[in-house]
């Protein structure tokens, strides 16, 4: 990934906020303890790093929902073993335990407020079918329209955290203001941001980020794109 900073509301590479992050040591199980967060405004939604030694642990109940990514490193959460990429949602109210063998480290992004309140654990699948989904909106487009699809794997009950998996065909869109949140991780391709002060920043296959509610970004991909993705859109 090639970035250029900018102090505006705007995209965020993970990988690399993550590897300067300064991690606590609060009270409680160590993974609902050893984080670090995205400075973010006050707000439902808080995202951050969290970074596991080796051990184990259990959590008696998730004080939200939470989208969990695999930095770096093996996590094993129950009976399920989430490799560098794997993904996850852990809903409110879900009990787990988790083991390292040797190091790992997650993205996180939390939700509270809106969830179903279940306690599920509920895996990203990125070989579910994709169905076809909404284009981006013509009058911004640059170009032909993209052919789009996408998977949901986790609504909130409310409907305002989404997370899943999508995927388009290439396409060029003008800035617009996003309203929601949104972390990505490309499965496949790279695309192009440049936001409302003219910083720059290219994601390719692989890279972890996130586009800040109130950024205004273009979006500029030469190829196929694919990605799993976790949604914040207020109503």
């Not at 970035?3 to 009270?27: C, I, Q, Y």
């Not at 509920?122 to 998977?151: Q, Y």
Request: aromatic share 8%; net charge negative.
């Amino acid at each position: 990934m090639t970035t250029t900073a900018t102090a505006t509301r705007s995209f965020v590479d993970l990988r690399a906020w993550a590897a300067g992050a300064r991690v606590g040591a609060g009270e409680g199980d160590t993974f609902l303890s050893a984080r670090a967060l995205l400075p973010q405004p006050e707000g439902p939604v808080t995202i951050g790093l969290i970074a596991l030694t080796q051990g184990s642990g259990r959590v008696d109940a998730m004080p939200a929902d939470e989208f969990i990514i695999i930095e770096s490193g093996t996590v094993q959460i129950d009976q399920r073993t989430l490799n560098e990429g794997d993904s996850m949602v852990l809903c409110e109210g879900a009990t787990f335990g988790w083991t390292v063998a040797s190091g790992a480290r997650l993205l996180f992004v939390r939700r509270t407020g809106g969830s179903l309140a279940d306690g599920q654990i509920v895996p990203i699948d990125t070989r579910a079918p994709l169905e076809p989904s909404g284009a981006p909106l013509a009058e911004l487009l640059v170009g032909p329209t993209p052919s789009c699809r996408n998977f949901t794997d986790y609504r909130s009950a409310d409907g305002e955290f989404v997370c899943g998996t999508w995927d388009s065909t290439p396409y060029h869109r003008r800035p617009m203001t996003y309203r929601h949140y949104e972390l990505m991780y490309l499965l496949d391709g790279s695309v192009t941001f440049v936001d409302g002060a003219g910083a720059q920043g290219t994601f390719g296959k692989g890279d972890i980020f996130l586009v800040e509610q109130g950024a205004s970004c273009s979006w500029d991909s030469q190829v196929h794109v694919k990605k799993i993705y976790a949604i914040y859109r207020p109503a």
